[in-house]
């Protein structure tokens, strides 16, 4: 059974910054790419963030580009989410998934808040 639990999240102000974590179980972690999306209030869930299983490989949405940065430790079946220069348009429920066997995600967290203040 595959299992993502999400932390880290929290109340910062503008400016600020913050590091989610997500630990995974039930899978092979090395072998999965592993992602970051978001849901604001009212908003449909977007994509922020992945790491790639094979060769490394990083996307971001245009949004987070600079400011964000997506990292793993497979040894610890972990990936991050490292997020600076917060705005308040980054408040949002933050999830983290798992691609499934067909290439989509199939696995998802319970998710984390995170609340920037302006």
């Known amino acids: 059974q595959v299992q993502l639990v999400e932390s880290g999240g929290g109340l910062v102000q503008a400016g600020g910054s913050l590091r989610l974590s997500c630990a995974g179980s039930g899978l092979t972690f090395s072998s999965v790419t592993m992602g970051w999306f978001r849901q604001a209030p009212g908003k449909e869930r977007e994509f922020v963030a992945d790491?790639?299983?094979?060769?490394?490989?990083?996307r971001y949405t245009d949004s987070v580009k600079g400011r964000f940065t997506i990292s793993r430790d497979n040894l610890k079946n972990t990936v991050y989410l490292q997020m600076n220069s917060l705005r308040p348009e980054d408040t949002a429920v933050y999830y983290c998934?798992?691609?499934?066997?067909?290439?989509?995600?199939?696995?998802w967290g319970q998710g984390t808040q995170v609340t920037v203040s302006s």
């Open positions: 790491a790639r299983w094979s060769g490394g490989g990083f």
């Open positions: 998934a798992a691609e499934g066997p067909h290439g989509a995600y199939e696995y």
